[in-house]
């Protein structure tokens, strides 16, 4: 009895370890067939930032045929990925609900292709679209459909832009370099002299095309043939000219910009800030945040109670940014003349009078001397 015992036992292991040595069962879904047939309106296209808010493709589909009769919706989706590289270059999801066709702009697919690929090189693309059908009986894997085309993108934004200025009086005709603050930004500026003259722009210093001319006031308008309609200046002096070619502004601004006797740096002193009486500290030093507003100067930092002044350089025997008046209190007297020496009008401060952290700006727009004070977290 024992000796079955023993027989019966180790029949029972072997078992368990054969059991343990069959291969796992995987179980697959089966693809849905192409239904949708995906099509592009075009087979090979070269986008065009004089067209960017034109329709440059459109894709139609046919309906995903559900494999049961109930179901809640069928909805759609659509990306883009580069052909030849899929897993490195692909775009999000466009979730496009229960839509049959959808058109994407000259910019919508200029603003994919130019992290793939240098403007003017062509690429070849697939959109994918997937069909889900969504129900609450059973998981049907989704529909997919592809199609392939070509595309060439534009440069956007550009390195620099050039200013073609002739002058009124002689006729004479030069061209200056406009560069970015901020590279990307597509906000262009270059401080010139100026007199009575006509100007316009373009994106090459060689080329007529493509240029940026006046529209209407202080609009611009992009050209990439024909008549380029110039601006028209009648100052003179130093004059600060931005071209803002987003699409939120597309305008040419001339502005006179305070001219600092060390380009572009001032420094906060005073009691009144975390930074004390050193009159060269580089904790001090303003900075210009915003690339369309290259006139406006902002500190940012700790106040308490206590005098302040605004250095144009590095020790005390250079001109300052006075206080309107003695005392005045930057969170009510906004009023600002322009920097000047002591001699010229005495040691005049602001005086804080609520501690805290503050942003002081002086808006450096000759025509409109200001400052502002305000509160951050």
Same mark, same amino acid.
């Given at each position: 009895?024992?000796?079955?015992?023993?027989?019966?036992?180790?029949?029972?292991?072997?078992?368990?370890?054969?059991?343990?040595?069959?291969?796992?069962?995987?179980f697959?879904?089966?693809?849905?067939?192409?239904?949708?047939?995906?099509?592009?309106s075009?087979?090979?296209?070269?986008?065009?930032?004089?067209?960017?808010?034109?329709?440059?493709?459109?894709?139609?589909?046919n309906?995903?045929?559900?494999?049961?009769?109930?179901y809640?919706?069928?909805?759609?989706?659509?990306?883009?990925?580069?052909?030849?590289?899929?897993?490195?270059?692909?775009?999000?999801?466009?979730?496009?609900?229960?839509?049959?066709?959808?058109?994407?702009?000259?910019?919508?697919?200029?603003?994919?292709?130019?992290?793939?690929?240098?403007?003017?090189?062509?690429?070849?693309?697939?959109?994918?679209?997937?069909?889900?059908?969504?129900?609450?009986?059973?998981?049907?894997?989704?529909?997919?459909?592809?199609?392939?085309?070509?595309?060439?993108?534009?440069?956007?934004n550009?390195?620099?832009?050039?200013?073609?200025i002739k002058? *009124?009086?002689?006729?004479?005709? !030069? /061209?200056?370099?406009?560069? #970015?603050?901020?590279?990307?930004t597509? @906000?262009?500026?270059?401080?010139?002299?100026?007199?009575?003259?006509?100007?316009?722009?373009?994106?090459?210093?060689?080329?007529?095309?493509?240029?940026?001319?006046?529209?209407?006031?202080e609009?611009?308008?992009?050209?990439?043939?024909?008549?380029?309609?110039?601006?028209?200046?009648?100052?003179?002096?130093?004059?600060?000219?931005?071209?803002?070619?987003? *699409?939120?502004?597309?305008?040419? !601004? /001339?502005?006179?910009?305070? #001219?600092?006797?060390?380009?572009?740096? @001032?420094?906060?002193?005073?009691?009144?800030?975390?930074?004390?009486?050193?009159?060269?500290?580089?904790?001090?030093?303003?900075?210009?945040?915003?690339?369309?507003?290259?006139?406006?100067?902002?500190?940012?930092?700790?106040?308490?109670?206590g005098?302040?002044?605004?250095?144009?350089?590095?020790?005390?025997?250079?001109?300052?940014?006075y206080?309107?008046?003695?005392?005045?209190?930057?969170?009510?007297?906004?009023?600002?003349?322009?920097?000047?020496?002591?001699?010229?009008?005495?040691?005049v401060?602001?005086?804080?009078?609520?501690?805290?952290?503050?942003?002081?700006?002086?808006?450096?727009?000759?025509?409109?001397?200001?400052?502002?004070?305000?509160?951050?977290?």
């Amino acid at each position: 009895m024992n000796t079955i015992n023993k027989f019966f036992g180790l029949l029972c292991v072997l078992l368990v370890f054969t059991a343990c040595n069959e291969d796992p069962t995987y179980f697959t879904l089966e693809n849905q067939p192409d239904d949708m047939h995906l099509q592009a309106s075009v087979t090979e296209l070269t986008l065009s930032k004089a067209q960017e808010d034109e329709s440059a493709v459109t894709f139609k589909w046919n309906t995903v045929k559900s494999p049961i009769e109930n179901y809640d919706s069928i909805t759609y989706a659509l990306r883009f990925y580069a052909t030849d590289s899929k897993n490195e270059h692909h775009s999000d999801f466009f979730s496009l609900g229960s839509a049959h066709e959808v058109s994407f702009t000259h910019k919508d697919l200029n603003a994919i292709v130019a992290r793939w690929v240098p403007a003017g090189t062509s690429i070849a693309i697939t959109a994918e679209l997937v069909g889900t059908v969504n129900n609450q009986i059973k998981y049907i894997k989704p529909e997919v459909s592809k199609v392939e085309f070509r595309v060439t993108g534009y440069e956007k934004n550009p390195t620099y832009l050039y200013a073609h200025i002739k002058d *009124d009086a002689t006729g004479a005709e !030069r /061209v200056e370099r406009m560069s #970015q603050r901020q590279l990307g930004t597509g @906000i262009y500026e270059a401080t010139l002299s100026m007199k009575p003259c006509t100007y316009y722009f373009t994106t090459s210093a060689t080329d007529a095309y493509p240029a940026y001319g006046q529209d209407t006031g202080e609009k611009v308008k992009y050209v990439d043939n024909g008549n380029v309609q110039p601006f028209t200046n009648t100052v003179t002096g130093k004059r600060t000219i931005i071209v803002d070619t987003n *699409d939120d502004f597309m305008d040419c !601004r /001339v502005l006179n910009i305070v #001219q600092l006797p060390n380009p572009e740096t @001032i420094r906060i002193v005073g009691d009144g800030c975390s930074i004390g009486w050193d009159p060269a500290s580089s904790e001090g030093i303003f900075t210009i945040e915003n690339p369309r507003y290259p006139y406006i100067y902002s500190w940012v930092g700790e106040f308490k109670v206590g005098e302040i002044k605004v250095n144009t350089g590095t020790s005390w025997g250079d001109q300052f940014f006075y206080a309107p008046e003695p005392n005045a209190d930057p969170a009510v007297n906004h009023q600002l003349s322009m920097f000047r020496y002591e001699s010229a009008g005495g040691d005049v401060k602001w005086k804080v009078t609520t501690p805290g952290r503050f942003k002081f700006s002086l808006y450096l727009d000759a025509d409109d001397l200001h400052t502002s004070f305000e509160p951050v977290q």
